[in-house]
Nanobody
Framework: VQLQASGGGLVQPGGSLRLSCAASGFTLDDYAIGWFRQAPGKEREGVLCISLSDGSTSYADSVKGRFTISRDNAKNTVYLQMNSLKSEDTAVYYC???????????????WGQGTLVTVSS
């Protein structure tokens, strides 16, 4: 059972990135997916979470209107599309899978390894 997050990199303010969260060993359909981020010296915070069984989605206020989530069932992969990026979005981004929609990292059973997003000119 594994989650692999990828797609991070360096982007200028106002730019876009798409992060991927690929699952192996289990089917994402049965889970909720949370995207979290952790900036240097700060606690891990929730960005977005989605229940893949019914599509319920919740966004952190800081990313509403800028970040969206999509999925590719054939690839068992979830994507985080990040637009209008700001310097304060700089962080290591993690995807996680759990049984229910939650903002608490403790509710998630499986974690990807993290991918670094740096927003800088």
């Amino acid at each position: 059972v594994q989650l692999q997050a990828s797609g991070g990199g360096l982007v200028q303010p106002g730019g876009s990135l798409r992060l991927s969260c690929a699952a192996s060993g289990f089917t994402l359909d049965d889970y909720a997916i949370g995207w979290f981020r952790q900036a240097p010296g700060k606690e891990r915070e929730g960005v977005l979470c989605i229940s893949l069984s019914d599509g319920s989605t919740s966004y952190a206020d800081s990313v509403k209107g800028r970040f969206t989530i999509s999925r590719d069932n054939a690839k068992n992969t979830v994507y985080l599309q990040m637009n209008s990026l700001k310097s304060e979005d700089t962080a290591v981004y993690y995807c996680a899978a759990g049984e229910g929609l939650s903002w608490s990292p403790w509710e998630y059973d499986y974690w990807g390894q993290g991918t670094l997003v740096t927003v800088s000119s």
